[in-house]
Nanobody, 130 residues
Framework: QVQLVESGGGLVQAGGSLRISCEVF????????MAWFRQHPGKEREFVAA???????TYTVSVKGRFTISRDNAKNTVYLQMTSLSPEDTAVYYC????????????????????????WGQGTQVTVAS
C-alpha cells in the first residue's frame, strides 16, 4: 500500500514563505499524479495544486503566482513552496497521490478533483499570522 508522510508545516508571518514536503512510500512514484489540497475545520477540502509525473503543474486561481508545486522523483517527494502567505492560506494541507489510473487509462484525468486521488497523507498544519 502507498503511504504519504507530510512535513514542514508550521507558523509563519503574513507575507512570509514556507515549504512543505510529502514523502511517498510505495512503488511507481514517478508515474503518479500528485496533488496538494487544503481544508479548514467545517469546510470542504479544496484543491491547491497538482503535478503530473512529467512535471506539468496546475494551480487553483487563489494561489497561482504565489505557490509552486514540484517533485523530486529520485527522492519520492513532492513539495509545495508557498510565498506571499496570507491568513487566508491558513489550513491543514494534505498531500495526495493517484492510483496510477492516469498512467494506465486512456481516459483523461481531472487533476483538480479529490475523487481522482486514492492515497492521502495525514495533513500538516500551516498557520499564517496576521
Amino acid at each position: 500500500q502507498v503511504q504519504l508522510v507530510e512535513s514542514g508545516g508550521g507558523l509563519v508571518q503574513a507575507g512570509g514563505s514556507l515549504r512543505i514536503s510529502c514523502e511517498v512510500f510505495g512503488r511507481s512514484f514517478s508515474s503518479r499524479y500528485m496533488a496538494w489540497f487544503r481544508q479548514h475545520p467545517g469546510k470542504e477540502r479544496e484543491f491547491v495544486a497538482a503535478i503530473s509525473g512529467r512535471g506539468t503543474s496546475t494551480y487553483t486561481v487563489s494561489v497561482k503566482g504565489r505557490f509552486t508545486i514540484s517533485r523530486d522523483n529520485a527522492k519520492n517527494t513532492v513539495y509545495l513552496q508557498m510565498t506571499s502567505l496570507s491568513p487566508e492560506d491558513t489550513a491543514v494541507y494534505y498531500c495526495a497521490a493517484d492510483d496510477l489510473s492516469a498512467a494506465t487509462s486512456a481516459q483523461a484525468m481531472d487533476e483538480e478533483s479529490a475523487h481522482e486521488y486514492a492515497f492521502w497523507g495525514q495533513g500538516t498544519q500551516v498557520t499564517v499570522a496576521s
